[in-house]
């Protein structure tokens, strides 16, 4: 097992993936957490980053970006699975230039903020859309659009709840030109 299971070797945010939040069998626990290898039996990542060099994560190798990973980058890189992959690169470079630590803090906000999110403000519909804005915003800006979501929708059902709080990430989004869908 990895001790920061919510990030991928890959820089994948596996927090703030919707299926580590899944309720049931399907429920993925994160890069190398409790019964992920009955899930994902082989990852050429975690055999070369876990496996053979005893790391966390990609970046803190003297290789990095490696051929494998740049050939990744190049190809899969621009495209999402079930979670974004718009942050595996720049996760990367922050972990490799201010520590996993430093990381793991500012993931750790980012994760709360989904929770938050998931709990106030899912309609049943939403939690792959909130996933996306929890990788992809900057920290101040969850916290500033949940505040306000907050106060604007303090009186109404859960379905328009989440409409008040998608109605402000979409203009940020719109605004900052961030992509808040999956990229096929």
């Given amino acids: 097992m990895k001790l920061y299971p919510t ?28 019964d992920f290898f009955n899930k994902h039996p082989s990852c050429s990542y975690i055999t070369c980053c876990v496996k053979k060099k005893n790391l966390a ?24 699975s079930f979670l974004t992959h718009q942050k595996v690169y720049p996760n990367l470079i ?7 630590e430093k990381f793991m803090e500012q993931q750790k906000k980012r994760v709360k903020l989904l929770e938050e999110m998931l709990k106030n403000f899912d309609d049943g519909r939403s939690k ?3 996933c996306i804005t929890a990788a992809v915003l900057e920290i101040g800006e969850l916290e500033r659009t949940l505040g306000v979501a907050e106060k604007n929708s303090a009186e109404l059902g ?27």
């Fill in 94 to 100: 922050s972990i490799r230039k201010d520590g996993i």
């Fill in 158 to 184: 859960i379905k328009e709840k989440a409409g008040v709080l998608h109605s402000i990430l979409d203009e940020i989004a719109r605004k900052k030109k961030y992509c808040l869908k999956l990229r096929k």
């Fill in 57 to 80: 994560v990609c970046a803190q190798c003297n290789e990095f970006p490696c051929s494998k990973f740049k050939s990744w980058l190049g190809d899969s890189g621009r495209h999402d």
């Fill in 7 to 34: 990030i991928g070797c890959c820089g994948l945010d596996c927090g703030l993936c919707p299926r580590y939040y899944t309720v049931g069998r399907s429920r993925c626990p994160g890069c190398c957490g409790p």
């Fill in 128 to 130: 792959s859309y909130y």
